[in-house]
């Protein structure tokens, strides 16, 4: 693959420099306004404006897992991988409108802080560690490094210029985060626009070699219709289940994304969980007041639709010139044929320029995401940690120098553990290494937020047997189930594996983990009086939602509803 040429070194540091001059503008800003306490170093609070929540929302969730991995089990899958995307289009508005108002009402600003309000400080103390170490070993690590490597291997594969591109990498970040949430906020706008440019010139490269591929000309509507007619397989939503004759192929997709069936499952927790139960998401609105929060996570809904676009589809693009005979060097990358090397197979055939506009793309979606989960770390670790046990008497100041001090260690630390990945990130792949160990968790967590706010008589000891139920069944279901109780119940169907073993797809593992949690927490809820005294009070008024709310969601609907029909 070509390195970078001159120009596409110029296109970097133009978006280098507009990025960081905009955020110190902001910052500038915010300092002559007098208005640089612990609230709005963390949260922003009440500057946010709803484009701004709505951009940052997306710029923290686009990273280099969804464009490598998801454009990956895009080449391999389809389009059927796009559920993540439009699924979690549906999760947003149900966030817009039951949760946030929830939170905004009982003056939440962090995840650990719900948890005591609504059970006791036991619960939140155990969550909030819990949540310190899955951002730092799990997603700021695993985020830093997928991100290195990709660009690494765009820049030519140098092993030294590996570690120049974490150390940059990190301390971009650093100079991003150490402005805090308001400054994250509206750089992530720059980072959207970026991204969405960069994205949609790589899909126009996509799709005009299909094009050309077929003898089509540079025509990127018949290339995306050639697509459609080389490769229908691959733009089905609903995978079929696999019969007794299926080859591994069939099963390995249907494992990863099970049919319809993972519609009643996993899907909605993996979505309402990560959009709807996570500092690193929520924290964006929790400083606006309501209208704005709402129209800004219905805004981020919006672009979610059109996401697959983006991080997608250049995937299938890859697949189809591959079955035809392109891109065999590209796929074959180290000798060995990978999926994930799909994107940066088709970012080689990008022009100079051009190159250098989708490699600032790439760092904007990195950037964006790092900053804004060590920013989660640094809020989580001072409001909840370090105010409430560590130093009960501390000031704005000290609060937010705190969080810069946490941040930096937080970055330093994510460092140490890529600089030779100790952590084993490469062999699992940095996508599958985030979904797995973040999955373990999601229907315990999910399970404790969702009784929490809309049943009144749940409990503490309910939400901690909860968390601990909820991983516990997660091993089971996906480790032990299959031994234990046979391939075929009426539960689930484990499907034959390359290694000779049985698996149960991880999507049916979460929603059965989050179904007997749920039974087991309301099972402890029900000893226990008919209303909590913590519970929340929750008012039908709260969750009615305004015209242009509703316009919105509606649009929403509307617009899934097409895609569905379209690619069912």
């Known amino acids: 693959m070509n390195k970078f040429s001159t120009i596409d070194y110029i296109v970097f540091v133009i978006y280098f420099f507009l990025v960081s001059g905009y955020g110190y503008w902001v910052y500038s800003r915010k300092k002559s306004a007098k208005i640089s306490g612990s609230h709005d170093f963390f949260l922003a609070e009440g500057s946010l404006t709803w484009w701004a929540i709505g951009a940052s929302l997306i710029a923290s969730n686009i990273s280099a897992e969804q464009f490598i991995g998801a454009s990956g089990q895009g080449f391999t899958v389809g389009i059927a991988v796009a559920a993540y995307e439009w699924i979690a289009a549906i ?59 990709c660009i690494n291997s765009l820049a030519g ?42 994205g949609l010139a790589t899909t126009y490269i996509a799709l005009t070699l299909v094009s050309e591929r077929f003898g089509l000309g540079k025509d990127i509507l018949a290339g995306f219709n050639a697509m459609l007619k080389d490769s229908p397989d691959h733009f089905k939503m609903i ?87 392109g891109l065999q060097h590209e796929m074959n990358a180290g000798g060995k044929f990978n999926g994930d090397n799909a994107y940066s197979a088709i970012l080689g055939f990008l022009p100079s320029g051009l190159k250098g506009l989708s490699i600032a793309a790439l760092t904007a979606a990195i950037v964006a995401s790092l900053a804004g989960k060590a920013n989660s770390i640094s809020t989580i670790f001072t409001m909840d940690i370090y105010k409430k046990y560590l130093k009960k008497g501390a000031d704005e100041k000290q609060m937010v120098g705190m969080g810069k001090i946490i941040i930096l260690v937080a970055m330093v630390l994510s460092i140490m553990l890529t600089w030779k990945d100790l952590l084993g990130i490469g062999g699992e792949g940095g996508f599958t290494y985030i979904q797995k160990y973040t999955g373990y968790f999601s229907p315990g967590v999910f399970a404790m937020f969702i009784l929490g706010m809309f049943w009144k008589r749940t409990t503490g000891p309910a939400a901690i047997a909860g968390v601990l139920s909820g991983f516990a069944l997660s091993i089971l279901f996906n480790d032990f189930a299959p031994r234990l109780f046979g391939n075929e119940t009426f539960l689930y169907t484990a499907f034959h594996k390359a290694n000779g073993t049985y698996e149960i797809p991880f999507l049916i593992c979460m929603g059965l983990s989050f179904l007997f949690t749920m039974i087991i927490m309301i099972t402890i809820s029900l000893a226990g009086p008919k209303i909590n005294p913590k519970s929340f009070v929750l008012d039908k008024t709260m969750f009615k939602v305004d015209p242009t709310t509703l316009a919105l969601i509606i649009t929403t609907l509307l617009l899934l509803a097409a895609l569905y029909v379209k690619f069912w």
């Not at 962090?110 to 005591?116: A, D, K, R, V, Y």
């Not at 979505?271 to 805004?299: E, H, M, P, S, V």
């Not at 981020?300 to 250049?314: N, S, T």
């Open 157 to 198: 594969g140098d092993s030294a210029m590996f570690h120049w591109i974490i150390i940059g990498l990190a301390a971009f970040s650093l100079v991003i985060a150490f402005g805090g949430m308001k400054v994250i906020g509206f750089t992530d706008v720059i980072q959207v626009l970026v991204l969405v440019i960069g």
């Open 239 to 325: 995978l079929a289940k696999p019969g007794q004759n299926a080859s591994q192929a069939d099963i390995n997709k249907y494992l990863a994304l099970p049919g319809i069936a993972m519609y009643f499952a996993g899907q909605w927790i993996v979505n309402l969980n990560y959009w709807g139960c996570n500092q690193y998401i929520t924290q964006r609105a929790l400083g606006a007041d309501l209208q704005t929060a709402r129209k800004g996570i219905l805004f981020a809904g919006l672009m979610k639709l059109a996401m697959p676009v983006i991080v997608i589809l250049p995937g299938i693009a890859a697949y189809v010139l591959y079955k035809n005979g």
């Open 91 to 149: 999760a947003l508005i149900i966030v817009a409108v039951w949760f946030i108002p929830i939170y905004l009402k009982n003056k939440i600003f962090t995840m650990p802080q719900f948890l005591e309000t609504r059970y006791n400080p036991t619960v939140s103390l155990i969550m909030a560690i819990f949540w310190l170490f899955l951002y730092v070993f799990v997603n700021l690590t695993s985020i830093l490094y997928l991100g290195a490597i």
